[in-house]
């Protein structure tokens, strides 16, 4: 989506602090002994009173409202009958629609008396995702997103999932610009235009480099149960500092 009234922008806000507040609320009730259902009726709750609904189910039918991972899923975890412990490392993806516009944020945090591993993974995924977006531009290349992300990953010791990746979003929840990759692809000659509607994603990994399709065809998992932590943000592209939608 290309931004091109003040009505839009204020919608695409208001739709990305609906996204935000339902993650705060998650986050905030994630407790150990609760099913990651329980955790995804709480946000649907949250969200459902201010107007919006959840973008994978009304787009492509996904069995929840939001996406929860624990462990070793990286994405696209489906809300059941999994209970969450202490020491866990939960993300959670949400994405909704409200008034015919879009948002997409997600954010990983570690479950009470997590090791150190996984907080350090955190800090450095949440880091990452700040710098990152900090950094984007009007007429930039959009390699240079995944170029900043794995330079900053390896610095710290850590691989990026290399199939998983931001896109555009705003007036649908994938969009063009697609395939805004966690590493540099050389022949990637797209520049991000201001006014452009797209959503960042750090995939940090403590070892696999690839996102495996589960059996219940949606949760994505590592091979060697390695961790990885996701942070997401939508925003709009400017000539000067971006505008985060998901804050």
């Given at each position: 989506?290309?931004?091109?009234?003040?009505?839009?922008?204020?919608?695409?806000?208001?739709?990305?602090?609906?996204?935000?507040?339902?993650?705060?609320?998650?986050?905030?009730?994630?407790?150990?002994?609760?099913?990651?259902?329980?955790?995804?009726?709480?946000?649907?709750?949250?969200?459902?009173?201010?107007?919006?609904?959840?973008?994978?189910?009304?787009?492509?039918?996904?069995?929840?409202?939001?996406?929860?991972?624990?462990?070793?899923?990286?994405?696209?975890?489906?809300?059941?009958?999994?209970?969450?412990?202490?020491?866990?490392?939960?993300?959670?993806?949400?994405?909704?629609?409200?008034?015919?516009?879009?948002?997409?944020?997600?954010?990983?945090?570690?479950?009470?008396?997590?090791?150190?591993?996984?907080?350090?993974?955190?800090?450095?995924?949440?880091?990452?995702?700040?710098?990152?977006?900090?950094?984007?531009?009007?007429?930039?290349?959009?390699?240079?997103?995944?170029?900043?992300?794995?330079?900053?990953?390896?610095?710290?010791?850590?691989?990026?999932?290399?199939?998983?990746a931001g896109h555009g979003t705003g007036s649908a929840l994938h969009e063009e610009p697609y395939?805004?990759?966690?590493?540099?692809?050389?022949?990637?000659?797209?520049?991000?235009?201001?006014?452009?509607?797209?959503?960042?994603?750090?995939?940090?990994?403590?070892?696999?480099?690839?996102?495996?399709?589960?059996?219940?065809?949606?949760?994505?998992?590592?091979?060697?149960?390695?961790?990885?932590?996701?942070?997401?943000?939508?925003?709009?592209?400017?000539?000067?500092?971006?505008?985060?939608?998901?804050?």
């Amino acid at each position: 989506m290309s931004i091109s009234s003040p009505v839009q922008i204020r919608s695409l806000q208001k739709v990305g602090q609906i996204v935000a507040s339902t993650i705060r609320t998650m986050r905030a009730a994630a407790t150990p002994g609760m099913t990651t259902a329980e955790l995804d009726r709480i946000a649907f709750d949250h969200f459902n009173e201010q107007g919006a609904r959840s973008a994978p189910e009304l787009t492509y039918g996904f069995p929840g409202q939001t996406c929860i991972s624990v462990n070793e899923e990286i994405a696209h975890g489906i809300p059941g009958s999994r209970v969450l412990k202490d020491g866990d490392l939960v993300n959670v993806d949400v994405s909704l629609e409200c008034d015919g516009f879009f948002a997409d944020s997600g954010a990983s945090f570690c479950l009470g008396n997590a090791s150190a591993e996984k907080q350090r993974l955190c800090e450095t995924s949440f880091r990452i995702l700040e710098e990152t977006v900090a950094s984007v531009r009007g007429g930039m290349p959009i390699r240079n997103i995944g170029r900043r992300i794995q330079s900053m990953a390896t610095e710290a010791g850590y691989n990026v999932i290399l199939n998983l990746a931001g896109h555009g979003t705003g007036s649908a929840l994938h969009e063009e610009p697609y395939d805004i990759l966690n590493y540099e692809d050389p022949r990637d000659m797209r520049t991000l235009e201001a006014g452009a509607v797209i959503a960042i994603e750090t995939f940090i990994s403590t070892g696999a480099q690839f996102a495996l399709e589960g059996s219940d065809g949606w949760t994505l998992t590592t091979h060697d149960g390695s961790f990885v932590a996701q942070f997401e943000h939508t925003l709009i592209v400017r000539n000067q500092e971006p505008l985060i939608l998901t804050l």
